[in-house]
């Protein structure tokens, strides 16, 4: 048996004792008493995926609200055991339309995060710009400033999506200022005009629709006004305006408290401590990063660092449900 063989052949019983002779309900017990913080993104059209994780979330969790995260994290009610709570980023309307009807099916409750530039259609994320570039680009190469040098890059053609990550991966840790100068850069390159407005696939949620949810089960956040990297912004003053901002703007369409923040990308060096006092001073309740793993209820807890664990409708069963057990953080 070639080593790759047996390697699959392990990973195949370890699942199979996970999942039919007791071993995930083990891991679920022992992390009893952890609240999870799911994070998703976009939603299919089809709903399937997402409604097979909803009816494992309904048979082994405690759906929670982040409202009630936070009142449990200031004295409140405690959570319930293997309690989890939903949280969505950015504001894409393909939740209201596919991942909402779904959710509030099996009444469990959301936290939708929103950049309020994004909203309020006065521009649409960059990596999506830059996914719809090298879609509709005729161009083989191009020229980009990474890691301190300028390279010459091949246009993957077939593997844009991948490509668009890497390069925002790339691009994420540069300034604010950088960021847009080599952006502009690379439409020119590609010889692309990008719209006003984002196509359909990315487009975001109208403000009617948002307060038409806020009368439901769903809460909404501030997710900064143009998701930056905060760590990486070019003044104290842009910080305050992007954390700050985005809070009175959603706000004011909702004309309501927000009480939950979002950190764009969300790890512990894209954040800072500048950011961190300004999210603690701006009136929130709660924030979350990125940071992959549970949250131990119980002093010490910093409820301005809670962890989430990423997931997607399209995950196969067994990963969602190890992921919610505990067996993985992503």
């Excluded at 996970?18 to 993104?41: E, P, T, V």
């Excluded at 009617?208 to 501030?222: H, I, M």
Aim: charged share 25%; hydrophobic share 35%.
């Amino acid at each position: 048996m070639l080593p790759s063989e047996r390697l699959s052949l392990a990973k195949s019983l370890l699942r199979t004792g996970l999942h039919q002779l007791g071993g995930i309900q083990a891991f679920r017990a022992r992390s009893k008493n952890a609240l999870r913080i799911l994070m998703y993104h976009n939603f299919p059209a089809d709903r399937a995926g997402l409604r097979s994780q909803c009816e494992h979330l309904r048979r082994y969790y405690n759906p929670v609200s982040m409202r009630q995260v936070s009142e449990a994290l200031t004295g409140g009610a405690p959570l319930p055991g293997n309690a989890v709570a939903v949280t969505i980023d950015d504001g894409y309307r393909d939740y209201f339309l596919s991942a909402y009807p779904v959710f509030h099916e099996f009444g469990v409750p959301t936290t939708v995060f929103l950049v309020s530039e994004f909203m309020d259609g006065h521009d649409w994320n960059w990596w999506d710009k830059i996914l719809y570039a090298l879609q509709q680009t005729s161009a083989t190469e191009f020229e980009l400033q990474l890691n301190g040098q300028r390279r010459v890059l091949p246009v993957l053609r077939g593997q844009e999506y991948g490509q668009m990550h890497q390069l925002a991966q790339d691009l994420k840790m540069l300034t604010s200022g950088q960021r847009r100068a080599e952006l502009a850069q690379l439409f020119k390159q590609l010889d692309v005009s990008v719209p006003e407005k984002p196509p359909t696939w990315c487009e975001p949620m109208t403000w009617d629709e948002v307060r038409q949810l806020a009368k439901t089960n769903v809460e909404f956040g501030a997710h900064t006004k143009t998701h930056p990297i905060l760590s990486t912004v070019d003044s104290k003053q842009e910080l305050e305006d992007e954390i700050r901002g985005s809070l009175k703007r959603v706000e004011e369409e909702l004309d309501a408290p927000v009480l939950h923040f979002c950190y764009p990308n969300g790890r512990n060096e894209d954040i800072g401590e500048e950011a961190l006092r300004v999210t603690r001073e701006s009136g929130f309740r709660t924030a979350v990063t990125t940071v992959p793993g549970m949250n131990r209820i119980g002093p010490g807890i910093d409820p301005f660092q809670l962890k989430r664990l990423g997931t997607d409708p399209g995950f196969p069963d067994y990963y969602f449900a190890e992921l919610l057990a505990g067996v993985r953080t992503g």
